[in-house]
């Protein structure tokens, strides 16, 4: 079956230390994004990417970096600059450009600090 | 600069029908959607309006007006698993296409 892979589902980091969020999907979509998600708030766009090796910084790229280097993968680094990282960590993914399309989302990583 | 509002919490009950209203403020209005989100789940697309006028998806219909910059979401036949959040995203222009989303509607059904 055709879909978003996220993992881990649950993380930790300590102080200081930079953590990767894994995104993977099969859909053969071309663009990917990543979101936050904290209780009670809508979605956050961190980052997202319409074709492989490129992507563009969302509303709150700060602290965040990621990478396209294959259109199955989109992976999400939490570095230590994210003075606040505790959230729930949303990959989607979207095919074709029609305003209709819709995006399909992972399971999520929820993420905490230790 | 751009907002979109919805209230924060609905209740109904089983087998009755609700509206979920969702105002927005965008230079670049291009769509409205709307997605379901159980707790601690992925959202999950629901419907989606450019033009204005109603869109049935079976029990699901979402509504839009471009003038009034508003839409809504209604819900007929409720059933338990219904009870979720539920959130409007505009897909804006102005912000290269990008969806922004609205804080969510928590719906509570009871028996």
């Known amino acids: 079956d055709g879909g978003i892979t996220q993992s881990p589902k649950y993380l930790f980091r300590k102080e200081g230390q930079n953590v990767t969020l894994s995104c993977e999907q099969n859909l053969n979509h071309d663009a990917m994004y990543w979101y936050r998600q904290d209780p009670g708030q809508g979605l956050r766009l961190i980052y997202y990417s319409q074709i492989v090796n490129d992507f563009q910084k969302g509303d709150i790229a700060e602290g965040y970096s990621v990478s396209r280097e294959k259109k199955e993968s989109f992976p999400l680094t939490v570095t230590s600059a994210q003075k606040n990282p505790t959230a729930f960590y949303l990959c989607?993914?979207?095919?074709?450009?029609?305003?209709?399309?819709?995006?399909?989302f992972g399971d999520g990583t929820r993420l905490s600090i230790l | 600069g751009q907002s979109l509002e919805q209230p924060s919490e609905v209740t109904a009950v089983e087998g009755a029908i609700v509206q979920i209203n969702c105002t927005y403020q965008?230079?670049?209005?291009?769509?409205l959607s709307w997605y379901q989100q159980h707790d601690g789940g992925a959202p999950t697309f629901l419907s989606y309006?450019?033009l204005d006028g109603l869109e049935e998806t079976g029990r699901f219909s979402s509504f839009l007006s471009r003038s009034d910059s508003y839409g809504y979401l209604l819900l007929q036949e409720l059933q338990m698993k219904d009870s979720a959040s539920y959130f409007c995203?505009?897909?804006?222009?102005?912000?290269?296409?990008?969806?922004?989303w609205g804080a969510g509607t928590k719906l509570i059904i009871k028996p």
């Open positions: 965008t230079s670049g209005f291009y769509g």
């Open positions: 995203a505009v897909r804006d222009m102005d912000s290269n296409y990008q969806l922004i």
């Open positions: 989607a993914s979207r095919g074709g450009q029609g305003g209709n399309q819709p995006q399909h």
């Open positions: 309006n450019a």
